[in-house]
């Protein structure tokens, strides 16, 4: 994209941004509450509206039509209707947006009546319950922008309304619909003692992203869907990490249809390049905390029922060019299948089976060479994780085991988590504790063990699970962590994690967000205390479209850090992040 390009996406998201804050008050106050939004943690279901779960209005026929085949009622019907009559009551259902999974130790937002942005605070609006947020009333939103739901403005009773609403779901006649939108991004860090690098120094930067994307459907049946980004990185001190740089590339461009319905659900087929999503996001996430969010190549099939959601996956992760088009990791190859099932509101269960497919030469030691051995890797992976609420009690549990090769070796590893809560609603500012346990398996002795064991983490989201400085990742690591968040007021979150950090091996490497080894004691005699890190976020929602997002952390280093090869001290880091999402 020419900076012309640019700079109109981010002179449009301004004027965007004008129009939002200089809306007449009147204006504000026309809007009345929506039906209540169920309780769901802002990490997940939040992004439901209120009625999501419900099904649109029956629209019967007039009594002079003539009757439908009896096959439109059985419970399969294979293949697309290209030629029957489309129902523009049907609307209300397109896409077929399932409940999003929950992450881990995921919030509860509080219910009820009151003020949940800034912006209501200011205008007035005081509202019953809360509004229908397409997307999360946080800075973060891991979620895909093409599951972004805005089926309510298409039900007649709908009475929340907003400015952005005359360019999402435009009709074009009773068979086409066409959404735009996008996100403009700006985030400034300050890091002391090496941040990622484990590097002595300090380090001031400011990451601008830029996202713009057409959706288009006919009817239920195919869709089109394409998403052009462009990330920066200005005042870098040190050379910029892989995922701050890619300037103007598709970050999504898929193509999906409709193959069959069952139990008055359709299935469809996706190809393209697209992201991915599912369950906790500690194996699979887009990662929207990276400045160049993840994504992939392939062919993904799915069906989402009422309580049942079956997805099946072929793709290659893609690579990151910032001076060329990025294209597909040919060397890679990651399958899967992840199924869900949901027995009750709030509740949870999956399980999955994960291949990745590695060709590219892996070296069998931690941090390359040293007599290791170089070949590629095949790992399998089948896990099951339950999470819900019932009583202001909160639970996640996860377990996963991998088997394979890896490069000359046999494959054997594992990771699980056991995490508990609790949410004290009656208690003002509804603060909610979590304590949990997260681990993943190292290998005893790389330079003398014929098995390896270190955990692969696959493509997580680990910025959230082992703290926000990135230094450790989910491999060769054992974590017993708290988390305390509350409400000051329902437009302010504030988070507390505390991590106590210890390798799972003192022989193996810890390994960073990115599932890199960045240092290591091949004798042990370091031993396994990484240290303890400490990580405050708050989040302060603007308006239905902006969010400001501020944290520091701060790593207390261990034993391991301060007796293993490398720089010594304890790292820390700051960060301010505005998001406008249009």
């Known amino acids: 994209m020419h900076l012309e390009g640019r700079c109109a996406i981010r002179i449009g998201a301004g004027l965007c941004l004008g129009l939002a804050l200089t809306m007449p008050m009147a204006a504000l106050g026309q809007q009345t509450a929506p039906r209540t939004l169920p309780v769901a943690p802002v990490s997940a279901q939040e992004l439901q509206p209120a009625d999501a779960g419900q099904k649109p209005m029956d629209n019967p026929a007039p009594q002079d039509s003539p009757a439908e085949p009896e096959h439109c009622h059985s419970g399969f ?6 030629h029957g009559d489309w129902d523009p009551s049907n609307w209300t259902k397109v896409p077929p947006i399932p409940p999003l999974p929950r992450a881990g130790w995921f919030i509860i937002p509080p219910p009820g009546p009151g003020y949940y942005s800034l912006k209501d605070w200011i205008a007035g609006n005081y509202r019953d319950n809360p509004p229908k947020y397409p997307y999360p009333p946080t800075s973060i939103d891991p979620y895909p922008f093409f599951d972004a739901d805005y089926r309510f403005l298409d039900d007649p009773n709908n009475t929340q309304f907003d400015w952005s609403d005359f360019y999402k779901r435009i009709h074009i006649g009773d068979n086409w619909l066409l959404s735009v939108g996008g996100e403009e991004r700006v985030r400034y860090q300050h890091e002391e003692g090496g941040y990622l690098r484990l590097f002595n120094g300090d380090n001031d930067y400011t990451l601008l992203r830029s996202r713009v994307y057409l959706d288009g459907w006919y009817q239920d049946i195919f869709r089109v869907y394409a998403e052009f980004y462009d990330a920066r990185v200005n005042g870098q001190d040190l050379p910029p990490n892989p995922t701050d740089v890619n300037h103007s590339d598709f970050l999504n461009l898929f193509a999906e249809l409709k193959i069959f319905e069952w139990a008055d659900h359709p299935a469809y087929v996706r190809v393209g390049r697209q992201e991915l999503l599912y369950g906790s996001q500690r194996l699979i996430s887009p990662l929207d905390w990276a400045n160049t969010k993840r994504t992939f190549q392939g062919v993904k099939a799915y069906w989402h029922g009422e309580n049942w959601d079956v997805d099946a996956f072929w793709v290659q992760p893609v690579l990151i060019n910032p001076t060329h088009f990025d294209s597909p990791d040919s060397g890679r190859e990651f399958m899967g299948i992840w199924t869900t099932y949901r027995p009750k509101k709030g509740t949870a269960v999956d399980a999955y089976f994960l291949h990745l497919d590695n060709s590219r030469p892996s070296n069998s030691l931690p941090l390359g060479g040293r007599g290791g051995a170089l070949g590629g890797y095949s790992v399998n992976t089948i896990g099951s994780r339950y999470s819900g609420d019932q009583n202001h009690f909160l639970w996640d549990f996860e377990g996963m085991y991998q088997f394979g090769e890896w490069v000359n070796e046999g494959d054997a590893a594992g990771g699980a988590t056991t995490a508990l809560g609790y949410q004290f609603a009656d208690v003002p500012m509804d603060p909610e504790f979590w304590i949990s346990w997260e681990y993943a398996s190292g290998t005893f002795d790389p330079a003398t063990t014929a098995q390896h064991g270190t955990f692969n983490q696959l ?13 450790v990742g989910r491999q060769n690591i054992s974590d017993l962590n708290m988390q305390f968040n509350l409400y000051p007021t329902k437009w302010i ?41 400490i990580d405050l976020v708050t989040n302060f929602h603007l308006s239905q479209h902006q969010d400001i997002l501020l944290g520091y952390s701060k790593l207390f280093a261990g034993q391991f850090i301060e007796h293993s090869p490398g720089p010594k001290g304890s790292p820390e880091f700051f960060y301010a992040q505005y998001c406008f999402k249009w």
Do not use: C, K, W
């Open 77 to 82: 019907q294979l293949g697309p209707n290209f």
């Open 459 to 471: 493509f997580p989201f680990g910025h959230y699970y082992f703290g926000f400085l990135d230094l």
């Open 493 to 533: 979150l504030t988070m507390l994690q505390y991590h106590m950090f210890r390798l799972d091996s003192a022989r193996d490497a810890l390994y960073n967000a990115g599932g890199t080894a960045i240092r290591r004691d091949p004798t042990g005699r370091a031993g396994t205390d990484v240290g303890d890190e």
